[in-house]
C-alpha cells in the first residue's frame, strides 16, 4: 500500500540530506500513484473528497517545491479533473444532490449543500463551474418561484420592484408567521437576497442623507460638540445593530475558521467595528459636555480640542462610509461614490474627484477651512486612497485593453499566413 510522504516542513530527515533529489523524485512518485484516479476509486470512501484534499495539498506543494512546479500542478488538475468526471456520471438531479442531503431534528432531510462548501473551501473551481452543479445550485437558488426563469425581462423587473415595496409588510408578517408558508418563500435564497440588498440599499441611502447637506437638521450643528443624536442617526444605529446581529449569527452557524477565510467578512468586521466606534465616541462626547467639566457645547470649530470625540467619531464614520460602498465595488466596478459620501459636500466633492483622475486637483484643494488636525489628515488619507484605488483600476482597463489588441493582430496575422 502506498504511504503518504512525510511533510516537507521537517526539519530533519535522512534521506533529505543524503540525496535530496533522490527524496524529491520519491515524493512526487509517491503522490503520482496518490493521485491515480483507479488508486482513489478503489481504496477512498469518499473519492470526491479525498480528490478535493489531494489536489489542495499537491497546489500547496508545487509553491515550495518550485523545481517541480509542473509535475506538481499536473497531478493537482488530474485530481480536480477526476471529481469533474465522477460529476459527469450523474444522470438525474437527484443523484448530483444525494451527497448534499442530511437529517435533521425532526428526521427530515434538507438540503445542506455540504460537498459544494467543501468544494469552495478547497478551491475546485471546475467542480463549482461543473453543469451539473450549476443546474442544481439554479433550482435552489429559485426555490418556491415556479416559472422565473421563463419571464421576460421587464416582468421580473416589475416583480423584484413589487416585492421590495412589499419588504416593511414581509419584514412583520415573516416575525409573527416565520413557518407559514410565506415565511418559508421569504428564506429562499434568491428572496433573501432580494431583501437584504434593498435593505442594505437602503442603509447607503441613510448614509448619503447624514454625510452630506441633502438634509440639514439644523444649521449650528456643525458647531456643537457632543450633539444630541438625529432621527437620521438613529435610523442608522438600527440598520447597524441588524449587521452586527446578521454577523454574530453567521459566525455561529459556520465556525471562526470559515469566517475568517472570507475576505468579505473581514471587509464587514472593519466596517461594523468602525461604526461602533463612531457610536462609542459619540456617546463620551455627549456625556463629556453634559458634565461640564470639558468646555462649552457651542463652539467654533477651530477651537475644539485636537482630541475632542466628536472630531474622531466624525473622522471613524468617514472612513466607516468608505468600507460601506466598498462592498459593492465587487458588484458595480464603482469607485467614486465611496470617497463622495465622507465629504461634507456632494457636488464640491464630485468635481474635485472627477478632475483628480486627470492629475488636475492639488493636494492644497481639500484642505478644510476652520478645520482641525485630525480632520485634515482623514481627508488627505482617503484623498490618497482614492488615488491609490484610481490608478489600480486605469492600470487594469489598460492592460486588458493592450492584451485584447495583442489577441486581435494575433489573429489577424494567423489568418493572413494561413490565406
Not at 457632543?226 to 449587521?243: K, N
Not at 468617514?318 to 460602498?325: G, Q, R
Not at 482617503?382 to 491609490?388: D, E, K, S, T, V
Not at 482597463?397 to 494561413?418: C, P, W
Given at each position: 500500500?502506498?504511504?503518504?510522504?512525510?511533510?516537507?516542513?521537517?526539519?530533519?530527515?535522512?534521506?533529505?540530506?543524503?540525496?535530496?533529489?533522490?527524496?524529491?523524485?520519491?515524493?512526487?512518485?509517491?503522490?503520482?500513484?496518490?493521485a491515480?484516479?483507479?488508486?482513489?476509486?478503489?481504496?477512498?470512501?469518499?473519492?470526491?473528497?479525498?480528490?478535493?484534499?489531494?489536489?489542495?495539498?499537491?497546489?500547496?506543494?508545487?509553491?515550495?517545491?518550485?523545481?517541480?512546479?509542473?509535475?506538481?500542478?499536473?497531478?493537482?488538475?488530474?485530481?480536480?479533473?477526476?471529481?469533474?468526471?465522477?460529476?459527469?456520471?450523474?444522470?438525474?438531479?437527484?443523484?448530483?444532490?444525494?451527497?448534499?442531503?442530511?437529517?435533521?431534528?425532526?428526521?427530515?432531510e434538507?438540503?445542506?449543500?455540504s460537498?459544494?462548501?467543501?468544494a469552495?473551501?478547497?478551491?475546485?473551481?471546475?467542480?463549482?463551474?461543473?453543469?451539473?452543479?450549476?443546474?442544481?445550485?439554479t433550482?435552489?437558488?429559485?426555490?418556491?418561484?415556479?416559472g422565473w426563469?421563463?419571464?421576460?425581462?421587464?416582468?421580473?423587473?416589475?416583480?423584484?420592484?413589487?416585492?421590495?415595496?412589499?419588504?416593511?409588510?414581509?419584514?412583520?408578517?415573516?416575525?409573527?408567521?416565520?413557518?407559514?408558508?410565506?415565511?418559508?418563500?421569504?428564506?429562499?435564497?434568491?428572496?433573501?437576497?432580494?431583501?437584504?440588498?434593498?435593505?442594505?440599499?437602503?442603509?447607503?441611502?441613510?448614509?448619503?442623507?447624514?454625510?452630506?447637506?441633502?438634509?440639514?437638521?439644523?444649521?449650528k450643528?456643525?458647531?456643537?460638540?457632543?450633539?444630541?443624536?438625529?432621527?437620521?442617526?438613529?435610523?442608522?444605529?438600527?440598520?447597524?445593530?441588524?449587521?452586527?446581529?446578521?454577523?454574530?449569527?453567521?459566525?455561529?452557524?459556520?465556525?471562526?475558521?470559515?469566517?475568517?477565510?472570507?475576505?468579505?467578512?473581514?471587509?464587514?468586521?472593519?466596517?461594523?467595528?468602525?461604526?461602533?466606534?463612531?457610536?462609542?465616541?459619540?456617546?463620551v462626547?455627549?456625556?463629556?459636555?453634559?458634565?461640564?467639566r470639558?468646555?462649552?457645547?457651542?463652539?467654533?470649530?477651530?477651537?475644539?480640542?485636537?482630541?475632542?470625540?466628536?472630531?474622531?467619531?466624525?473622522?471613524?464614520?468617514?472612513?466607516?462610509?468608505?468600507?460601506?460602498?466598498?462592498?459593492?465595488?465587487?458588484?458595480?466596478?464603482?469607485?467614486?461614490?465611496?470617497?463622495?459620501v465622507?465629504?461634507?459636500?456632494?457636488?464640491?466633492?464630485?468635481?474635485?474627484?472627477?478632475?483628480?483622475?486627470?492629475?488636475?486637483?492639488?493636494?492644497?484643494?481639500?484642505?478644510?477651512?476652520?478645520?482641525?488636525?485630525?480632520?485634515?489628515t482623514?481627508?488627505?488619507?482617503?484623498?490618497?486612497?482614492?488615488?491609490?484605488?484610481?490608478?489600480?483600476?486605469?492600470?487594469?482597463?489598460?492592460?486588458?485593453?493592450?492584451?485584447?489588441?495583442?489577441?486581435?493582430?494575433?489573429?489577424?496575422?494567423?489568418?493572413?499566413?494561413?490565406?
Amino acid at each position: 500500500m502506498n504511504e503518504r510522504p512525510h511533510d516537507q516542513r521537517v526539519t530533519f530527515d535522512p534521506q533529505v540530506h543524503a540525496d535530496s533529489l533522490r527524496h524529491s523524485l520519491l515524493r512526487i512518485n509517491t503522490y503520482r500513484a496518490l493521485a491515480s484516479p483507479a488508486w482513489i476509486s478503489l481504496t477512498s470512501p469518499d473519492p470526491i473528497l479525498t480528490a478535493f484534499k489531494l489536489s489542495w495539498e499537491l497546489e500547496h506543494l508545487a509553491l515550495r517545491e518550485n523545481e517541480f512546479k509542473d509535475s506538481y500542478m499536473h497531478l493537482s488538475d488530474q485530481c480536480k479533473r477526476y471529481a469533474c468526471d465522477l460529476l459527469d456520471q450523474c444522470r438525474s438531479s437527484e443523484e448530483v444532490s444525494d451527497n448534499e442531503h442530511e437529517a435533521d431534528d425532526e428526521d427530515n432531510e434538507k438540503l445542506t449543500l455540504s460537498r459544494l462548501k467543501l468544494a469552495l473551501k478547497y478551491e475546485q473551481k471546475q467542480f463549482v463551474a461543473h453543469p451539473h452543479c450549476q443546474q442544481l445550485l439554479t433550482s435552489i437558488w429559485y426555490e418556491g418561484l415556479p416559472g422565473w426563469r421563463k419571464r421576460n425581462g421587464i416582468m421580473k423587473f416589475l416583480t423584484c420592484i413589487g416585492l421590495i415595496l412589499l419588504l416593511p409588510f414581509m419584514a412583520v408578517y415573516y416575525l409573527i408567521f416565520p413557518r407559514s408558508k410565506i415565511g418559508q418563500l421569504l428564506r429562499s435564497p434568491f428572496m433573501k437576497f432580494l431583501y437584504h440588498s434593498a435593505s442594505f440599499g437602503v442603509f447607503l441611502f441613510l448614509l448619503i442623507c447624514a454625510s452630506t447637506d441633502i438634509v440639514t437638521v439644523s444649521s449650528k450643528r456643525d458647531r456643537l460638540r457632543g450633539p444630541h443624536p438625529s432621527e437620521l442617526e438613529w435610523l442608522i444605529v438600527l440598520w447597524v445593530t441588524g449587521f452586527v446581529w446578521s454577523e454574530c449569527k453567521q459566525l455561529w452557524e459556520e465556525g471562526i475558521k470559515a469566517y475568517v477565510r472570507q475576505w468579505w467578512n473581514w471587509l464587514d468586521f472593519m466596517m461594523l467595528s468602525l461604526y461602533l466606534a463612531t457610536f462609542s465616541l459619540r456617546v463620551v462626547a455627549y456625556f463629556q459636555i453634559e458634565s461640564g467639566r470639558y468646555g462649552n457645547r457651542e463652539m467654533v470649530r477651530k477651537d475644539w480640542p485636537t482630541n475632542d470625540p466628536t472630531l474622531i467619531s466624525e473622522g471613524l464614520f468617514a472612513i466607516a462610509n468608505v468600507f460601506s460602498f466598498a462592498r459593492i465595488i465587487y458588484l458595480f466596478q464603482f469607485v467614486f461614490v465611496s470617497f463622495l459620501v465622507p465629504a461634507d459636500r456632494l457636488i464640491s466633492s464630485y468635481v474635485t474627484l472627477f478632475w483628480a483622475m486627470f492629475s488636475l486637483t492639488t493636494p492644497t484643494s481639500i484642505e478644510i477651512q476652520n478645520g482641525q488636525h485630525f480632520t485634515q489628515t482623514i481627508a488627505e488619507l482617503l484623498f490618497m486612497a482614492y488615488h491609490f484605488m484610481a490608478i489600480v483600476l486605469l492600470l487594469n482597463m489598460l492592460i486588458a485593453m493592450m492584451s485584447n489588441s495583442f489577441q486581435d493582430i494575433e489573429v489577424r496575422d494567423r489568418f493572413l499566413v494561413r490565406t
